[in-house]
């Protein structure tokens, strides 16, 4: 029986971007450069989380969303293959889908590969749903995207 260890959500920050630089690089087939994260570091309008073993403090994933008004597009999560289904993509959402209503904001959307069921069924647990599909967003290989959307209601204050 696999041990789980405790798992701590931090800000992402100068310490974690070789890290992630390297994570993006086994998850993506277009990944996004250290200068590019490091970039995120003075954007105003983004939030990176970094997903670290308690005790070593070793990257296991993380998650990005960028805030413009009232809507919020969650640009990447990516999580250690060896890491995977331990509950660690579902924490970094947990803070995105927890600030999205304590900012009230109107929604979550991102983008997803059709093929990647297994990151949509964890979306769907969410409360996300198709909204649209980008034609031919991808390649390497070539795939359409699945635009997927968590709107957010609330009651008006009396």
């Known amino acids: 029986m696999t041990e789980r ?4 959500i931090v ?3 100068r310490e974690h971007l070789d890290a992630l630089a390297s ?11 250290r200068k590019m994260l ?4 003075e954007n105003q309008c983004a ?3 970094v997903a670290q073993e308690a005790d070593s403090d070793s990257v296991l994933g993380y998650a990005g969303l960028l805030v413009v008004a009232d809507e919020g597009y969650i640009t990447n999560v990516a999580v250690q293959p060896a ?3 331990r509950g660690i993509a579902t924490q970094l959402l947990q803070v995105f889908d927890r600030f999205a209503r304590g900012h009230r904001l109107a929604f979550l959307t991102l983008e997803v590969r059709p093929s990647n069921t297994a990151a949509i069924a964890l979306y ?3 409360g996300f749903e198709e909204a649209g599909r980008r034609k031919n967003y991808y390649d390497l290989p070539r795939e359409d995207a699945l635009i997927l959307t968590k709107t957010y209601t609330y009651e008006e204050e009396a």
Do not use: V
């Open 5 to 8: 260890k405790t798992i701590r």
């Open 124 to 126: 769907n647990t969410f």
């Open 83 to 85: 890491c995977r289904r």
């Open 38 to 41: 490091e970039e995120e570091l």
């Open 47 to 49: 939030a990176f989380l």
């Open 23 to 33: 994570l993006e690089q086994i998850c993506f087939s277009r990944p996004w450069s």
């Open 11 to 13: 800000p992402m920050g």
